[in-house]
């Protein structure tokens, strides 16, 4: 009797302590982040890449927390990310830190996006269309996206492919054509969901989600990130 007493005392006390392992509590095995910009940046922060440092002055590089236009509605908020292509391979991009992930597990991360753009499939421009030539990528890796200086060119420390093909960290979710045949503000949709991008959190339990567009139009590209929802699990 005093065996089978102490051996459910063991399992009941083992049960305990796992119940009551702080990394249990600040670990997650899902998370979702929903930002719509209506109240602030929501911690997204960016940056702009693939140029060189003689054009540092021309590029005409705009981000900021603004209405969106008002052919879409301008009571709501959105990040407003600008630029003038003059290196023939400009990238925009967004980043935000997401933490309390568990560092020896690789997750799925698969986004949707809620984008104004103006610019119509069908339109052309040098070096391409500003609609069709323009290409909306998403990701996450363990590391920050940071801009870094090589040989008086301007890089970016992720992997995002190159204009119409993804990489290895940021994959390709179509270009910012608007889906209707004139320049007018239209809010269009683009997501991930049948290929999410795996991603292993660095020791710190920390990964960072990056959205960005990669540009083989020369001339300059507005748009407006409305909304960006990512589910990592």
């Not at 049960?15 to 095995?29: G, H, K, Y």
């Not at 054009?55 to 981000?63: A, H, N, T, V, Y």
């Not at 209405?67 to 925009?92: H, Q, T, V, Y």
Request: negative net charge.
């Amino acid at each position: 009797m005093k065996k089978w007493m102490w051996l459910g005392f063991t399992a009941l006390t083992v049960v305990s302590m796992t119940a009551c392992d702080p990394q249990q509590d600040t670990v997650d095995a899902e998370k979702k982040i929903v930002s719509d910009f209506e109240t602030s940046a929501d911690d997204w922060t960016g940056d702009f890449a693939e140029y060189s440092t003689a054009q540092d002055s021309i590029m005409e590089f705009k981000l900021e927390r603004t209405s969106l236009p008002a052919a879409i509605d301008a009571s709501r908020k959105a990040m407003k990310i600008e630029g003038m292509n003059r290196s023939d391979d400009m990238f925009m991009f967004l980043k935000r830190k997401v933490t309390g992930l568990d560092p020896n597990r690789t997750y799925k991360v698969t986004f949707e996006i809620d984008l104004g753009t103006d610019y119509p499939a069908n339109s052309v421009g040098i070096g391409g269309s500003p609609g069709s030539s323009v290409y909306l990528k998403a990701g996450a890796s363990p590391n920050e996206p940071v801009k870094k200086l090589v040989d008086d060119f301007y890089t970016v420390t992720i992997d995002k492919g190159q204009q119409a093909v993804g990489g290895k960290e940021v994959i390709l979710l179509g270009d910012v054509s608007n889906g209707v045949e004139d320049f007018v503000y239209k809010l269009v949709k683009r997501g991930n969901a049948e290929t999410p991008v795996s991603v292993k959190p660095n020791a710190n339990g920390e990964i960072w989600l990056c959205v960005g567009t990669d540009s083989g139009f020369e001339g300059k590209t507005t748009l407006y990130y409305d909304k960006i929802t990512a589910v990592i699990k």
